[in-house]
Structures are given as structure tokens and as C-alpha cells.
Nanobody, 119 residues
Framework: QVQLVESGGGLVQAGGSLRLSCAASGRTFNTYAMGWFRQAPGKEREFVASIRWSSGNTYYADGVKGRFTISKDDAKNTLYLQMNSLKPEDTAVYYC????????????WGQGTQVTVSS
């Protein structure tokens, strides 16, 4: 079974940076894309960024474009999210997700890592 484990969250002041990691274990050879989502208290989960595993093409939500960078390490089966110029509105639990080939939606989700941005 594929398991996703996020790490790298924490408390940071506005304007600071954090780098999130998502380590995938198990069989991952059918990965089509991986992405980052976030959910703030009282709000629905929202898309942040994604990357096509084979091509490396990236996609970003408008609110994070230019500040966040998604990347991957194929050898380590690890997904990253570099977050710069953090704002208090970025405070949320960040989730890593995986979409398998042939699927229409993300199939596997991590437990999430808390990101808190203070003023």
C-alpha cells in the first residue's frame, strides 16, 4: 500500500520560508501526479500546487503563484513544497496527495502537517 508522510511544517513569522516534504512509501510506479492541498480551520480543503510525475509540469493556485514552488525527487519518491514570503493567510494544515494513472481524482492522502504563519 502507498503511504504518504508529510513533514517540515511549523511556526514561522510572516515573510519567512518553510519547505515541506512528502515521502511516499510502497509501490509508486503508477503515479500520474502529486499535489499539495491545504485546509484552514472552518474552511474547505483547497488546491495549492501539483506536478505531473513523468513530465515535471507544474500547476499552482493563483494565491500562491510566484511564492511557492513544487518539485520532486524521483530517486527518493519525495515531493517538496518550497514556501517563500509566507503570509498569515497561508496558515493551514497542508496535505500531500497522489493520483494514480487512469484515475480522475487523487487517490492517496497524507496525514497533513501544520503550517502556522504569525504576524
Amino acid at each position: 500500500q502507498v503511504q504518504l508522510v508529510e513533514s517540515g511544517g511549523g511556526l514561522v513569522q510572516a515573510g519567512g520560508s518553510l519547505r515541506l516534504s512528502c515521502a511516499a512509501s510502497g509501490r509508486t510506479f503508477n503515479t500520474y501526479a502529486m499535489g499539495w492541498f491545504r485546509q484552514a480551520p472552518g474552511k474547505e480543503r483547497e488546491f495549492v500546487a501539483s506536478i505531473r510525475w513523468s513530465s515535471g509540469n507544474t500547476y499552482y493556485a493563483d494565491g500562491v503563484k510566484g511564492r511557492f514552488t513544487i518539485s520532486k525527487d524521483d530517486a527518493k519518491n519525495t515531493l517538496y513544497l518550497q514556501m517563500n514570503s509566507l503570509k498569515p493567510e497561508d496558515t493551514a494544515v497542508y496535505y500531500c496527495a497522489r493520483e494514480i494513472m487512469g484515475s480522475t481524482d487523487y487517490n492517496y492522502w497524507g496525514q497533513g502537517t501544520q503550517v502556522t504563519v504569525s504576524s
